[in-house]
């Protein structure tokens, strides 16, 4: 039996729509829209396509969208100081500093710029305070990835209270947070990562498996639970034959669309757990809509709470 595909997209649009009159809203009470800030380092072909959705969908929302660039030479000093200058920007209520940052500026360049974020435009979820505030589950401003999950969990009914789940991945961005999200909804939690001893055993006692480590095709049958809800969190650019031709089968769509651009993304969970799982996420089409509705609804609460109009 195969599984039934959790939309992501038409889960997206809900959260987009939603929002709409909040923005309409703010905009009327603060004479401008809420804004959202995005840095951009460098020349990275990935990173600009993100970068490019990011900021369509926020102008599609009525948010005002900026894209701030630095050349791949800049210092992690110019980098920082830009930030600082978004902090005190009166029209932007949000900034994301789109990773990867380039290596020149250091193994701890991310946690650098973090650090300098006001947590009140941290509209990412990963400033020290607002992973704190997640800790405790009383945060405002969460990871948007996982936090678009478990809205997808909840609206497309997967039961959370009392489902024991598996994370794998455990990521500051993904994995971590994404097993405080699922703790706090009453899950029994479990967070795997690459020196799990029997990993496939592991994730086979999951109700709900969430994939985050970005190997395509990682998860197999043997991974789900027949009837679980597998989330496929995976993103991995794939211009690799045979790793396409293990997972699609010649005259499948996604098949096609690799003979045809050469490369195509593709998530960790092979297509044959759709035999095992009774929901799945596929990709594309399932977080990634929802990680972008996620930072749209985080700007607009930033904005908001900025404003002192919340609640
Ligand atoms: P990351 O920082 O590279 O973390 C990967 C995690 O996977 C690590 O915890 C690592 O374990 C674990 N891992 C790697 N190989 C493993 C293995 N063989 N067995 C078990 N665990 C393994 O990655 P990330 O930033 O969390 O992203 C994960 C994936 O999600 C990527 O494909 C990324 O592109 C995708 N992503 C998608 C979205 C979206 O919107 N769709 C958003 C964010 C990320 P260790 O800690 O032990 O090294």
Redesign the pocket.
């Known amino acids: 039996m195969a599984a039934r595909l959790l939309d992501g997209t038409a889960v997206a649009n809900q959260i987009r729509a939603e929002a709409a009159p909040d923005v309409a809203a703010f905009t009327a009470r603060a004479g401008r829209p809420p804004g959202l800030a995005i840095v951009l380092v460098g020349d990275d072909p990935a990173s600009e396509i993100y970068v490019r959705g990011k900021l369509k969908s926020a102008g599609e929302a009525g948010l005002r969208a900026d894209l701030e660039r630095l050349p791949p030479t800049a210092s992690l000093g110019e980098l920082l100081g830009l930030v600082e200058r978004l902090n005190r920007s009166e029209a932007h209520d949000g900034i994301l500093v789109q ?1 990867p940052l380039p290596a020149a500026m250091g193994a701890d360049a991310e946690y650098r710029v973090v650090d300098v974020i006001d947590p009140r435009k941290d509209v990412d979820g990963f400033h020290p305070t607002n992973v704190g505030y997640l800790v405790q589950n009383r945060a405002t401003l969460a990871s ?2 996982p936090s ?1 999950i478990v809205t997808l969990l909840e609206r497309s009914g997967i039961q959370i209270a009392g489902a024991r789940a598996v994370v ?8 971590k947070p994404m097993a405080l999200l699922l703790l706090h909804r009453n899950a029994t939690v479990t967070v ?5 001893q029997d ?1 496939p055993r592991v994730a086979s006692e999951a109700d709900i498996l969430v ?5 395509p095709g ?1 998860v197999t049958p043997a991974f789900a639970k027949p009837g679980a809800t597998v989330v496929d ?4 650019q794939v211009s690799d034959r045979a790793t396409i031709e293990r997972m699609f089968p010649i005259g499948s769509k996604r098949r096609e669309a690799f003979e045809r651009r050469g490369s195509i993304v593709v ?2 969970v092979h297509p044959d757990v759709a035999e095992v799982a009774g929901a799945l996420t596929p ?1 594309p089409g ?7 509705a996620m930072l749209l609804r985080n700007t607009v609460t930033a904005a908001i709470q900025r404003a002192g109009w919340a609640g």
Request: aromatic share 2%; glycine share 22%; hydrophobic share 30%.
């Open positions: 990773s948007c990835t678009g794998i991945g455990r990521s500051d961005i993904v994995g795997c990562h690459s020196r799990t990993l994939s985050a480590i970005g190997r990682f969190v995976g993103t991995t998530g960790d990709v399932g977080v990634g809509p929802l990680t972008i």
